[in-house]
């Protein structure tokens, strides 16, 4: 026997057939969590956009006209729980998750070298969190976009806004995203000038600690005050930057070594 086409589950869906409801939304299952984690950047608040998402679908199915995709309809439900679930645990840590897809993982696995597989990993680290460190908005075009591969169109009715708008902050998302990648990578970085000897002091306290979103903000302050450290350390000046723009008050392992890096290269001048 067949397998039901998503147009005929949803049919026998709306004649009253749960087994078809919950076939339907298995199958879209998958990629309502992989949303929820990319957008709210924690495990826990995507089971939660997850579940909320599936229950209100199951509710609301006779409001779903059928206008757009299924899985369109779905991420604006997810959006929308995403939403206030951040507004609600505004200021809570943001958990860090890789990037790479259940799916991805399984890929030529028989095959990978471990240092590959190392690679991969790591490449992944660091693609979430230049991604985690971008402006909401963009953020959300781009995991619409790039990791769940919708089309200018869908993602556009996802969000609510016009294509060319959508276009534009996916243009905006594109570049900084590939600075980010520069800035974790410690690709293009200049050899730094002597700084002063009051970031020296600051900068030595720091080596044995671990980097966190309070050593950032301190030597965040440092470089706003201090033009001449600005100028000469502009390697450590970006990282920071990069640091201050992760929501919540965990850094991803990638950030906190491009800041560590940065701060060794500066302790070297």
């Known amino acids: 026997m067949r ?44 089971r939660d956009v997850l579940q909320e998402t599936l229950l209100a679908a199951f509710r609301g199915l006779h409001t779903f006209r059928g206008e757009a995709a299924l899985s369109t309809w779905l991420y604006q439900l997810a959006r929308t729980y995403c939403g206030r679930l951040r507004r609600l645990r505004a200021g809570m840590p943001a958990a860090f998750e890789p990037l ?11 095959e990978a070298t471990p240092d590959r597989a190392s690679l991969a990993r790591q490449m992944g680290e660091v693609l979430q969190a230049a991604i985690l460190a971008l402006p909401e908005e963009q953020r959300e075009a781009l995991t619409l976009r790039d990791v769940e591969g919708l089309t200018a169109e869908e993602a556009a009715r996802v969000v609510g806004i016009e294509v060319r ?29 002597p700084g002063c000897a ?9 080596v044995a600690r671990d980097v966190d979103q309070a050593t ?14 600005a100028r000469a350390h502009g390697a450590l000046k970006r990282s920071v930057s990069l640091c201050r723009s992760i929501p919540g008050d965990a850094v991803p ?3 906190r070594s491009a800041v ?10």
């Not at 749960?18 to 299952?29: F, I, K, P, T, Y």
């Not at 276009?167 to 050899?191: D, I, M, N, W, Y």
């Open 3 to 46: 397998p039901r086409t998503e147009v005929e589950l949803m049919e026998a869906a709306r004649a009253g057939d749960a087994g078809a409801l919950e076939e339907l939304l298995c199958r879209h299952e998958q990629q309502v969590y992989r949303f929820g984690l990319r957008m709210c950047g924690s495990e826990e608040d995507a």
């Open 100 to 110: 790479d897809a259940p799916a991805a993982a399984q890929v030529a696995a028989d």
């Open 165 to 193: 708008a959508l276009k534009s902050r996916l243009h905006r998302a594109r570049v900084q995203l590939r600075a980010h990648v520069v800035t974790l990578l410690g690709e293009g970085a200049q050899p730094d000038a």
């Open 198 to 206: 009051e970031l020296a002091r600051e900068l030595s306290e720091y």
């Open 216 to 229: 950032c903000a301190r030597l965040e302050a440092h470089l706003s005050r201090c033009p001449r450290c």
């Open 253 to 255: 392992a990638p950030v």
């Open 260 to 269: 560590r890096q940065a701060l060794a290269r500066a302790l070297a001048d």
